[in-house]
């Protein structure tokens, strides 16, 4: 059954910060009738995301009209709950609405809201919260099952966007092709995954070999990326998903024009081709594997600019290249069945 | 005050696997009383895992004498408890001792083992649990300090003896160096430190971070490593401690005459020389960094094949090599002031 959403992105409403309110609008199974945020009541969703049309920006949960669950629309480094967004989560539950929420703060586990909940006898629901606690094996791996997996030069470029393209574009084909989420918002979207970033470090590579293992009776699995293998924060859940994962293909991601690492701008991106080579060399280390194309988010550009940067990286990396949302995924997908084809033989 | 342990072995005493029993014997503050091992009693420590000479091996908690604290003294793969050792924990409680774990599954959090704690009013030390939760900055890193890291090969190669006889030998030098534990056992002889493999995958790299802003007073620190990049199960945590580390110079631990992963033997290790290239072009995405010694563990191997080994590897890689106990830890700590030397100038 379809639910009805209000998105809480309070204060942070541009498309960076809530990314996991643009990707529910695009994605999600379930319909989003508002976003809350108290500082720019009266604009649409498409005004502040460029995405979701008409839906309102309200600045009261009661101007919300009929709505059965509040999510959790934006991810702060670190996914800690920003204090000022306790009464709109109390409100929400005395106005009997469930919640979603992809932070690192469990809400589940704080006292008050929990009480709450249980008072007015609604479900709060954490998305990372999980229970890993198997190692890697290595074992039953069907070799047939192609792995691609979507990596990065940062964090917040798209991966997700674009691994979720290229399935739907692959099925859209007749491919026997999955989404294979690894994040908050990839889980919201699809419905199951792992949480990997919240899982314990020991457990990492486990975690993720249990989504191949879950899900290799596809014939082709596109893993979600997780931060990047440069990122001073979060190589270490990169390595972990891309160990667990084996992909036998990779789709580098990056975002045209950005030069500093998002939210620690000080610190300057690592080339594309420097990437290319540390994600081959890790990757290799558990199974052979390679770039296949690149995945250019190219929204700080305009049209031109746009080609001329596709036709540049394509040209140093000698790899198709293309953004699959102004593009289209095509590109990338005829080098996954390209891949494949070599694969079966 | 120096406690008196009987550290749990049992079923295991086998050096490769009580590797914690042996790292407290050789290089703890408190003394061990006795063995616990239920199928070898009678023999003595020094029979089993090489070190601890007369210590006795006991099969009953009775005949160890006055015993302040219980230790688990193995690191079972996934660190859960076997379940046979619960009657020996809860006789321990009830005999008064204190328990130090080093386990994933938290002693602490057994609602049997807690019940029995609390009567008998004995202590829980689970020196694995924590509550990491930030992420890395890299703001107020303290130029002055040289980092250096034991990294290694595979699990279970003696990357923290390494750390330990290399800093101890510095210190023994005069130099201002301090051993950096980063797992349970490092925590346990050292005092302080971080269960990295324990903390959620996001605040790895943060939680190491913190480790240097603790410790960057001192001239000289030490990194203990965990796993290897290489590991099939827990390169996620090796790489968030390389990244979080930073290390300006490593030494690559291995141990000879070991062909495939322990516990995993079907799959094969990674050759030293790829390592080096992997290990290099990781740490150098966010530091200047290089591999400047290697430590061999030689304990499978008699002193001319030892000596051979030695020499051969020195070839291969034109690194200074040694078996820091066999040897003495003295070609690496000169490695290491050399570097010092050259990055103060």
């Known amino acids: 059954m379809q639910k009805r959403l209000v998105v809480l992105t309070d204060g942070c409403s541009e498309p960076i910060t809530a990314k996991t309110a643009v990707s529910v609008i695009r994605y999600g199974h379930d319909k989003v009738i508002a976003l809350l945020d108290t500082t720019q009541p009266g604009k649409t969703s498409q ?22 669950v509040l999510l959790i629309g934006i991810a702060p480094p670190g996914g800690r709950m920003p204090p000022q967004w306790r009464p709109i989560l109390l409100e929400a539950i005395r106005l009997g609405m469930d919640i979603v929420s992809g932070l690192h703060d469990f809400i589940s586990e704080d006292p008050e809201l ?26 039953g791996i069907r070799p047939e099952c192609l792995r691609i997996q979507a990596i990065g030069q940062d964090c917040c470029v798209g991966k997700k966007v674009v691994a979720i393209e290229i399935a739907r574009a692959l099925q859209q084909r007749g491919s026997d092709a ?43 699995l596109v893993f979600e990326g997780q931060g990047s293998l440069a990122h001073p924060r979060y190589s270490a859940v990169t390595l972990g998903l891309l160990h667990g994962a084996m992909p036998h293909g990779m789709i580098l991601c990056y ?6 690492i998002h939210n620690m701008e000080q610190i300057p991106l690592t080339s594309l081709a420097q990437l290319r080579t540390a994600y081959e060399t890790m990757a290799n280390l558990m199974h052979p594997s390679q770039v296949i194309g690149v995945a250019m988010n190219s929204r700080l550009l305009g049209d031109d600019e746009s080609q001329q940067e596709r036709e540049r990286v394509g040209k140093e990396l000698g790899l198709p290249v293309c953004d699959v949302l102004r593009h289209g995924p095509n590109d990338l997908v005829e080098a996954v069945l390209k891949m494949q084809q070599e694969f079966v033989g």
């Open 114 to 139: 929990v009480s709450a909940a249980k008072e007015f006898g609604v479900v709060i629901n954490d998305v990372r919260k999980n229970d890993e606690h198997e190692v890697a094996n290595r074992v």
């Open 47 to 68: 005004e502040l995301l460029g995405i979701g049309g008409d839906i309102p920006v309200v600045a009261n949960l009661k101007d919300a009209g009929e709505a059965d």
């Open 255 to 260: 975002e045209a024009g950005r030069e500093g």
């Open 178 to 220: 999955k989404f294979v989420a690894t994040g908050q918002t990839g889980i919201m979207i699809e419905g199951d995954g792992c949480p990997v970033d919240t899982v314990v470090a020991d457990f990492i590579n486990g975690a993720v070999e249990k989504l191949v293992l879950q899900n290799q009776h596809h014939d082709i």
